[in-house]
């Protein structure tokens, strides 16, 4: 859900000094209530944040400070999307500089993107956000088509909706096919862990 043109014009985000400085779950939670009134957008949000904080602990091996940060950063990367459609990703970005958050929190969220904000996904935590935020989305809308919704749902489904352009044709596939190719990883593989680790997010 990156559909808005607005370059952020800048490469550093946060203070080094505030590495390590997060917030906990039930603040973002709050912020994300007062700034997302629209449920389906803030259930996005969560799934990200689900799909995220479960990479961390399962593929990286994060600690549960390290996961933590993962997961806040999906559950914030679209919180001004809502109410500030022109300066998506700013307004966020300042709110959370104000706050004193880990800059690579920051950066994360500033890197989902790199198309419309301008700011290249540099590490894995970048990265991974990039590769799920439209995938996440994608899953959602097909699962919502289906009558069992997750429940059965397959891989190869997936792949062949996305080779569908008409449908969730919001959902840029350049931006998908771009995200992968700065991992190792296969569509086949992220499609399957997002699946299984966003099925249940409510
Ligand atoms: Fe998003």
């Keep these: 859900m990156s559909e808005t043109i607005l370059q952020l014009g800048r490469s550093q985000f946060g203070k080094p000094e505030n590495a390590g400085n997060l917030m906990t779950l039930e603040d ?8 997302v009134p629209n449920e389906r957008l ?19 091996n994060a600690d549960e400070h390290t996961a933590l940060k993962w997961e806040l950063a999906g559950l914030l990367h679209d919180a001004d999307w809502e109410k500030y459609p022109n300066d998506h990703c700013r307004v966020i970005i300042e709110k959370l500089e104000e706050m004193n958050i880990d800059p690579e929190v920051i950066h994360c969220i500033a890197s989902h993107g790199p ?29 919502l088509i289906r009558p069992t919704r997750y429940e059965g749902m397959d891989v190869k489904s997936v792949l062949k909706k996305l080779k569908t352009l008409s449908f969730a044709a919001q959902v840029n596939r350049d931006d998908i096919t771009d995200a992968l190719s700065r991992t190792n990883y296969s569509l086949e593989e992220i499609v399957d862990f997002i699946i299984a680790h966003q099925k249940d997010v409510q």
């Design 28 to 35: 973002a939670h709050a912020l994300l209530n007062e700034w």
């Design 42 to 60: 803030r259930l996005h949000m969560k799934q990200v944040a689900a799909v995220m904080k479960a990479w961390a602990i399962e593929k990286e």
């Design 115 to 143: 198309k419309y904000f301008g700011v290249q996904p540099e590490t894995k935590m970048d990265k991974m956000i990039y590769v799920f935020d439209e995938l996440s989305g994608f899953i959602h809308a097909a699962a």
